[in-house]
């Protein structure tokens, strides 16, 4: 089974790795989890959600390894036993592995999803960032973990950013800029200083910008590209999508509350 075509794939150019998000099409699922949802226990029935994961792994050649996401740090290095039916389930919020058999697999209905591969096909990752675990440093856990598995230097990787609540969207309060360094940070200097003659309200440059009341709209994707940069990585894509903004094509926690849940899955596309 080929995947669909509206599925979002990676502009890598990366040997040996594959990777892709689904987006709300190709599943069995009905409204309003229609149609592509993987989320186990959300209120969609459990014989759609299993019809949806068992596609999606018919679409990558390999299991999909889930895990229970909680908006933290943790990282679980992912082996073939993981995938067998009745595993315990790991509570982390990234994985990693350098085995072909399996895929990592990050569910999103709003928060980030970032895929990495390391070079030579030695090993790949995905990390759940939500701002929580963005600021807490989910993504520099994952690239330890990553970078000791494959035996790599942070600069050898390439990272994806795939679809989440984009800059125009995502109205935060103060607690979530003070999680970024507060109002004497760079990020923060930024939301108040035009950008090569853009304006203030431009949120393209801006980590925040400020609204009314004491609000915020946040830039989570620049967000990420900031610690990514910050930790080594200089292969940096994706990131353009906004899953608040386009209800036919994304599910949106944000948006509609009762949701379902998309996946972000990278593999070794290598058989040893």
Do not use: Y
């Amino acid at each position: 089974m080929s995947s669909p075509a509206e599925w979002l794939r990676p502009d890598w150019q990366v040997a040996g790795i594959g990777a892709l998000m689904t987006t709300r099409a190709g599943g069995c699922s009905a409204a309003p989890f229609d149609s592509m949802n993987v989320q186990k226990g959300g209120g969609d029935a459990s014989e759609a959600v299993a019809r949806n994961r068992a596609r999606l792994a018919e679409a990558i050649g390999r299991t999909p390894v889930f895990i229970c996401q909680v908006h933290g740090t943790s990282v679980v290095r992912l082996t073939p036993a993981d995938a067998v039916p009745g595993a315990p389930i790991h509570t982390a919020d990234a994985s990693v592995t350098t085995d072909p058999d399996i895929a990592c697999a990050i569910q999103v209905a709003d928060c980030l999803p970032v895929l990495f591969a390391a070079p030579e096909a030695r090993g790949v990752g995905a990390a759940h960032a939500g701002w929580r675990g963005l600021a807490a440093g989910v993504l520099e856990a994952t690239i330890d973990t990553l970078c000791e598995a494959a035996r790599c230097q942070p600069g050898e990787l390439q990272a994806w950013i795939g679809a989440g609540i984009g800059p125009t969207r995502f109205h935060v309060g103060a607690d979530v800029v003070e999680a970024f360094g507060g109002v004497g940070s760079t990020a923060s200097s930024a939301a108040r200083t035009p950008a090569n003659g853009r304006s203030p309200g431009d949120t393209s440059t801006a980590r925040f910008v400020p609204e009314a009341h004491g609000k915020w709209l946040a830039n989570l994707p620049l967000l990420a590209r900031d610690r990514l940069q910050a930790a080594g990585v200089r292969s940096i894509t994706g990131g353009t999508w906004c899953t608040v903004s386009e209800p036919s094509r994304f599910f949106s926690f944000r948006r509609d509350r009762v949701t379902g849940r998309m996946a972000a899955v990278i593999w070794l596309d290598v058989r040893r």
